[in-house]
DNA sequence: GAGTGGTCTAGACCACTGC
DNA sequence: CAGTGGTCTAGACCACTCG
């Protein structure tokens, strides 16, 4: 028996997508409540159970956060307790510590070649480039360029990040309304250079952890790309293998 | 009002440690089948929809396998798709391709105090330990050192990992039937001591990718500890965040 | 107490696999 | 075709939060 359908795509998985529409249109803002299960039920004309679903579903990936008792909220970075989900840096010993960002640089720039690649946007379109140091415990221990899509950003410079306590990721959907949704990582070992040994504090040619981070928004639209150098010697990069 | 019942543990989660016994007990092995939902449900007493929701969370945390139509199935590392779950060594360009173990040694010894810390077990318990290299595209690429419970992998030397065409993890579940569920690494950037840099041939004091990990069988006992040196010159170490 | 998400059930039907 | 997991529904009841 042929397949009839070879596109049948289950009822929750629309709901999904229609709920994930309505995440990208901004109809609720990061941190908000979503409508309860029997509204959505109703406007999508479907039992509870099949909302249910789909709402389950994303609330593995981390889109939503459900609250019993309380309703569902859109996921959002300022939830301390998804803090450090994209923060991997741990100490080798002691509690888990915030760092303190200390911006250097906010320029706006054309992308080249390589950035427009990797965001997907048209070469010599607008980006943002960061430049920071990461403190742990009053150390630079990480160093960051950091590009951004620069129409998204409208309006950022430096004295905002200075003034901003708060992750960079809070500050993009507080402030813009972009919410990063989930980034791919490159790790390497390389040796310092004269300018990062500086920044950082240590010796020419010390091995350095090499973070580049492509993050994604709502849709898998690349939004940024960064690269980070981070000194592990008192700390460690932590990640849960299953 | 009080909570009346602070242990409150819903049926399914009942039903999914019953089902996690059974696994540990190793009444179903690694890639056998598990009874169908219905039998289940007829055998813990309960709805069929109660057994779903347990099996769902078991995949979702990869101790099983759902196929549609063929029935349920115990995770195993011998099933590709799941094979590079542990390996996150990518080439930086081309093809993803299996690395070739060269086993050097394996040893059994005593557990000395940090390997009896790390594996809870006593000081002076039994260990194995094997040191091997992983050569990509006939390069070395990796050197570990790993530790194991050594009342576990009895028998366990080093004529069967020169024999066996299959990755660790897949021989310790066919040999030994013990299956890794999960694992914490942590990552570090090092430079090469003199014998690493002639095993990886490259020179000494190359800065590499450090990476610890503790492994952890059913019920989170830990099993293995490893510690990986990797030349990330050709490749990198991949993770996802979400 | 009203409203939210969370659990549990029972039943009907669909999609996929293999004999 | 029988057997498996997958979807969808409807309803009852439970646990949690807040006013």
């Not at 309703?71 to 010993?93: E, I, K, W």
């Not at 965001?119 to 160093?143: M, N, Q, S, Y």
């Not at 994604?216 to 990640?239: C, I, P, Q």
Request: charged letters at 25%; hydrophobic letters at 40%.
């Amino acid at each position: 028996m042929p397949r009839e359908s070879p596109t049948f795509s289950p009822l929750y998985r629309q709901i999904k997508s229609l709920i994930g529409r309505a995440l990208e249109s901004g109809e609720w803002r990061p941190g908000a409540s979503i409508p309860s299960e029997v509204e959505l039920a109703q406007r999508f004309r479907v039992s509870q159970g099949t909302v249910r679903k789909a709402i389950d579903e994303m609330a593995a990936e981390n889109l939503l956060v459900r609250r019993q008792g309380k309703g569902t909220f859109v996921a959002s970075h300022d939830d301390p307790r998804t803090h450090f989900r994209f923060l991997r840096l741990m100490p080798n010993s002691g509690a888990v510590e915030a760092p303190l960002s200390v911006p250097l640089e906010c320029l706006r720039a054309k992308a080249g070649q390589e950035v427009a690649r990797v965001l997907g946007i048209e070469p010599g379109a607008p980006v943002i480039l960061i430049r920071r140091v990461l403190k742990f415990a009053d150390r630079p221990t990480v160093i960051e360029e950091i590009y951004l899509r620069g129409e998204a950003f409208p309006g950022l410079n430096l004295a905002i990040l200075k003034e901003a306590h708060r992750s960079l990721y809070s500050l993009f959907e507080v402030r813009f309304g972009v919410r990063m949704v989930r980034a791919e990582e490159r790790l390497r070992a390389v040796a310092a250079d004269r300018g990062s040994a500086e920044l950082l504090g240590v010796a020419e040619g010390t091995a350095l952890l090499s973070v580049e981070r492509i993050a994604f928004s709502y849709g898998d639209k690349a939004m940024e790309w960064r690269r980070g150098l981070y000194v592990t010697r008192e700390h460690f990069y932590h990640n849960e293998l299953s």
